[in-house]
């Protein structure tokens, strides 16, 4: 569909097209070919349309928010790995609070006997922020063993550096804890339950017609292979990039915690473990468990990714690839915004410039609930 409001006046429907616009921006000025928006609240989906041509060809086909599929990079810690964790910890299997080195002996030496699953969550463990593995290693058990024998940078739990390596290795240590890939314990313990029927690792040939290419190999569009090398390096499913989705899903799936974890076919986890996850550490700076939560300092230079509108609670991620979304409780507001910015972008510093589009975007949706509100009183917002 091209655009579904419910309930709302010509002044909402104006401010409709002023998310229309910066998404267009984005476009003209060579960002990204192609983007879906989905705008909602916890039982209503206010706004869905897609933007562009899957690639740069007036002749591509129009991103559909409910059937294009995107590589969502980074998006994937949240939507795949934070969620099984929780699924684990709900069940009493995974403590937030407990040694990495309980579930997973390998990551030894130094301090690291202190880093804990929530450390790796919020980004206190003091690893690296990043480690090219695709290049280090030549099999994902030789890039594994580097993961483990990596040195911690920083004292575990002194402060917040983000990093792709807490995601990767909470990824592995899911999977050892669940005794299966991570790929198929999010897909049963967290995409069906939420109804998310087209998020995934590694999209089978059949799908990949609908997947927006996030790269080019010799000049080519590449469908359906995670853009990420070392998530490719890790066999295309991995912690900290690797998920394939679509706007619509993702709508799902931050309605589910608009709900305090209720899902489509009932209570999907557990409220208490949600507030949890929301809540900062007191040295995690913005980052929440999984989450990160607006910049509270931004600058017309440096502008939040959340925009300067959304409410203090408010929480949510980015991606690589071009992909955001965020969900803000005291407006009972979410945004997807999902871009493929990384795939062949007309203009240089492609990724400093979508900063500056997803803090209008963002602005231009908390305009639409004008806030805050608390989600009991969404009629009077």
């Not at 608009?258 to 507030?275: Q, S």
């Amino acid at each position: 569909m091209l655009g579904v409001l419910v309930g709302v006046g010509s002044a909402a429907a104006q401010q409709f097209a002023d998310v229309d616009a910066a998404v267009r921006q984005g476009i003209r000025r060579g960002l990204y070919s192609g983007a879906a928006v989905v705008i909602g609240r916890r039982d209503t989906v206010l706004y869905s349309r897609g933007y562009g041509h899957v690639i740069w060809s007036g002749s591509a086909p129009v991103p559909n928010p409910d059937s294009t599929i995107w590589d969502i990079a980074s998006l994937t810690k949240v939507v795949a790995t934070t969620s099984a964790a929780i699924r684990l910890i709900d069940a009493g299997r995974l403590g937030l609070d407990a040694p990495v080195t309980w579930y997973l002996p390998e990551f030894a030496g130094g301090e690291k006997g202190r880093v804990t699953i929530r450390m790796l969550l919020d980004h206190t463990s003091g690893l690296p922020s990043y480690l090219p593995f695709y290049r280090l290693a030549r099999t994902r058990e030789a890039a594994l063993e580097r993961l483990y024998a990596e040195p911690l940078l920083r004292a575990p739990g002194d402060s917040a550096a983000y990093s792709d390596l807490n995601a990767m290795l909470l990824g592995v240590l899911i999977e050892r804890v669940a005794a299966t890939g991570l790929d198929e314990f999010a897909r049963t313990e967290v995409f069906q339950p939420l109804g998310m029927q087209r998020t995934m690792f590694r999209p089978s040939v059949s799908l990949q017609r609908w997947v927006v290419p996030s790269g080019k190999h010799r000049g080519r569009p590449v469908r359906g292979r995670v853009n990420d090398e070392n998530a490719v390096r890790l066999g295309g499913v991995a912690g900290h990039a690797g998920l394939f989705s679509t706007a619509a899903d993702l709508g799902r799936y931050a309605q589910a915690w608009l709900r305090n974890g209720v899902g489509p076919y009932g209570p999907w986890a557990r409220p208490e473990t949600l507030r949890q996850f929301l809540t900062p550490g007191a040295r995690s700076g913005t980052r929440l468990l999984g989450w990160d939560s607006p910049d509270p300092d931004p600058t017309p230079d440096d502008p939040s990714v959340f925009g300067s509108l959304v409410s203090p609670s408010a929480y949510g991620h980015t991606g690589w690839t071009g992909t955001e979304i965020w969900i803000d409780p005291a407006r009972d507001l979410f945004l997807v915004f999902l871009t493929n910015r990384s795939f062949d972008p007309r203009t240089r510093r492609s990724i400093e410039k979508m900063k500056l589009v997803r803090a209008e975007v963002s602005d231009a949706v908390a305009r639409l609930v004008p806030g805050p509100c608390r989600p009991e009183l969404v009629a009077a917002c």
